[in-house]
């Protein structure tokens, strides 16, 4: 089954305590972003790449990080999270840009107390 | 920069009715893709439908089609016989048109969201 997957699903952590959230796509997709959604605010885009090793800030990068080794994967990390970066974070893939389908993975609810 | 603005927070409507969902964007480009999303209470983003903006032909899907006015930039959804699994939270958003390797290609803009409530 094509799919995107996110873990975990559900975080709760402390401040400055580092984590990673994983992504991983099964459709040999070579664009992939991560988003983060705000009540009131929608889905903002927070890193992206188009390829492996090609990656580019969105318009929130601050306070994440993000590795491209292989096609398939997409980590993003907190280095040292706060409280403002509770959120809902999404990863999403595409084939290509345009008219083609971003593909979105389930979400990761994370909260940093 | 881009930005798309979804003015309706909340809406309801009867099961069985017809909703319009409205969205306005704004952009300088002339090449892009509208989209709308579903995300229902199990925060699944779903597409629901898009619309290339070199089309004059307004987008459908079954129930969902799309009235889209480019010179006013605005890009509706009209859901038909609402149903209660449609209840959910609809974004609308945009994406630049071009070539694969240019800046921004890869992104959706999103609005804010407007949040569908059916009644039974």
């Known amino acids: 089954e094509a799919q995107v997957t996110q873990n975990p699903r559900y975080l709760i952590t402390v401040t400055g305590k580092k984590l990673t959230v994983t992504c991983s796509q099964n459709m040999n997709h070579e664009y992939m972003s991560w988003y983060r959604q705000d009540p009131g605010l929608g889905l903002r885009q927070i890193y992206y790449?188009?390829?492996?090793?090609?990656?580019d800030k969105g318009d929130v990068p601050e306070g994440y990080k993000v590795s491209r080794k292989e096609k398939r994967n997409f980590p993003l990390i907190l280095e040292s999270p706060s409280p403002n970066q509770t959120s809902l974070y999404f990863c999403?893939?595409?084939?290509?840009?345009?008219?083609?389908?971003?593909?979105f993975g389930p979400g990761t609810r994370l909260t940093v107390l | 920069a881009q930005t798309v603005t979804q003015s309706q927070p909340e809406m309801s409507v009867q099961e069985a009715e017809t909703v319009t969902l409205s969205c306005t964007y704004d952009?300088?480009?002339?090449?892009?893709?509208l989209f709308w999303y579903k995300q229902p209470p199990s925060r699944q983003m779903i597409l629901v439908i898009r619309q290339e903006a070199y089309k004059q032909q307004n987008a459908t899907e079954n129930r969902f089609s799309v009235n889209f006015q480019k010179a006013a930039k605005s890009f509706s959804l009209k859901i038909s016989d609402s149903q209660l699994g449609d209840a959910a939270m609809y974004f609308c958003?945009?994406?630049?048109?071009?070539?694969?390797?240019?800046?921004?290609?890869?992104?959706?803009?999103f609005g804010t969201g407007t949040r569908l409530t059916i009644i039974p």
């Open positions: 958003a945009y994406r630049k048109g071009g070539g694969d390797w240019d800046f921004g290609n890869e992104k959706l803009t």
């Open positions: 999403a893939s595409s084939l290509s840009t345009g008219a083609n389908t971003q593909y």
């Open positions: 952009t300088s480009e002339s090449d892009y893709y």
């Open positions: 790449s188009m390829n492996v090793e090609v990656t």
